[in-house]
């Protein structure tokens, strides 16, 4: 018998039971869930992560749907128990779903959510910030400056790299990497090398009718290569984010022998997922070349570092806030929450998930229709015409 696990409840007399696993910011998402009959309950418990139990107990022995997080396990037991209480839905408040097992999902007929779109610039914005904040060593500065080091204008003062017609490379260049290729392209003109399993067709238009514009009024274009290996982008670029899901063919997809293939001076920013990095290969790269730099939100052992990286100066870390903006959580809770219920309620499934725009305008009511199912296929769920 698990133990209980603290809530708060809104609306107690509502026919569905939802249950949300954090409190989620803004309240549009509760507002959402109550119009429409449902009994909101959310976890007051204090600590961060909770464990697989404490969701089980949560869950209890009636649970319409149940919204989660990208740090909690949702696998057979949680997929399992949720069906036992006549449960058809769960949504992460997250695009990245690595932490929930689909196959089992599947197999309990409960549909999967996460939340696209809506963190897309907000988190290439992080991206682009840890970029400059590398290039220009802004965190070692700001430490030697607090500390009282400051004694007047050296030419040698953390000096840095200029971003301006370096090479920068995205691998993983799907909404995110695209968005932050267009930041460090347009905003710092920079050229772009990217590896990708497809084309971005989009992206590539968009660095040529720059280019074209740079060349129209007398500055130097800038250019675009799609690389057919990674390999490729670590060996040309000067400044490389990392972008992909993570998944088996991601799994430290930057390793010891790939570290050993860029530049010298690089810089790598990674505000993807943790393991994609081989971070104790990369605390010996770091050691081993201090000019090279890293720029990460996101580590293999979240919440913890590996031995190391916490000493070292040309490291730039930040726990895991790229998708932190007021806008964009409160928007990843709204879609989460419609996801939950447009599966609740019989809702088709969005027809896009890259266009969520509509579910998130305060001044109208939401698209009847749950914004993005990640197994709608396999469970067969009909999609929307809208
Ligand atoms: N640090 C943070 O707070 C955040 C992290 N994320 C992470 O970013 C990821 C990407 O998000 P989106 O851009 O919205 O997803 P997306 O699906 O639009 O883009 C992912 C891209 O990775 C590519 N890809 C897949 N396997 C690859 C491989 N082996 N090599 C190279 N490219 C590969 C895909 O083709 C796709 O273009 C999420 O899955 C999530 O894990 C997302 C939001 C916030
Ligand atoms: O949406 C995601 O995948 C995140 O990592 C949230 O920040």
């Known amino acids: 018998m698990a133990k209980p696990v603290s809530i708060e409840v809104w609306n107690p007399n509502g026919k569905y039971r939802v249950v949300s696993t954090k409190s989620m910011p803004g309240t549009r998402w509760i507002n959402l869930l109550i119009q429409q009959d449902c009994r909101v309950e959310i976890c007051t418990e204090k600590k961060t992560i909770l464990s697989v139990e404490d969701i089980v107990a949560l869950i209890g022995d009636k649970c319409d749907g149940v919204i989660g997080q990208l740090t909690e396990d949702w696998g057979e037991v949680l997929f399992s128990a949720l069906s036992r209480a006549g449960g058809k839905a769960f949504s992460n408040m997250a695009v990245g779903y690595n932490n929930v097992d689909v196959n089992a999902a599947n197999k309990y007929g409960v549909a999967v959510g996460n939340t696209p779109g809506v963190l897309t610039e907000t988190t290439a914005e992080l991206a682009a910030s840890l970029s400059l904040a590398a290039a ?214 969005w027809s896009d998930p890259n266009r969520v725009e509509p579910f998130l305008n305060e001044n109208a009511p939401p698209p009847a229709a749950s914004p993005s199912i990640v197994n709608a296929k396999a469970l067969g769920l009909p999609v929307s015409k809208l």
């Open 136 to 349: 220009r060593r802004i965190v070692e500065a700001d430490e030697f400056m607090r500390a009282g080091l400051y004694d007047g204008w050296l030419p040698h003062l953390f000096v840095g790299n200029l971003l301006k017609g370096q090479t920068v490379g995205v691998i993983g260049a799907g909404r995110i990497g695209s968005a932050y290729a267009r930041m460090m392209v347009e905003g710092f003109k920079m050229n772009l090398i990217y590896y990708d399993l497809y084309q971005a067709t989009r992206l590539e238009k968009f660095v040529t009718a720059y280019g074209e514009f740079l060349k129209a009024t007398g500055e130097k274009p800038v250019t675009w290569k799609r690389a057919s290996t990674m390999d490729e982008v670590l060996q040309e670029a000067d400044l490389i984010s990392l972008h992909p899901i993570l998944d088996k063919t991601t799994y430290h997809l930057v390793n010891k022998e790939r570290l050993s293939k860029m530049k010298k001076e690089a810089i790598l920013i990674n505000c993807s997922r943790g393991p994609v990095i081989d971070e104790v290969a990369l605390v010996e790269h770091l050691r081993q070349n201090p000019m090279f730099r890293v720029g990460l939100d996101v580590f293999e052992d979240e919440p913890y570092m590996k031995p190391g990286l916490a000493e070292m100066k040309n490291a730039i870390v930040v726990p895991h806030i790229a998708s932190a903006s007021k806008w964009t959580r409160e928007g990843m809770a709204t879609l989460a929450a419609l996801n939950v219920l447009g599966k609740i309620k019989g809702y088709p499934v």
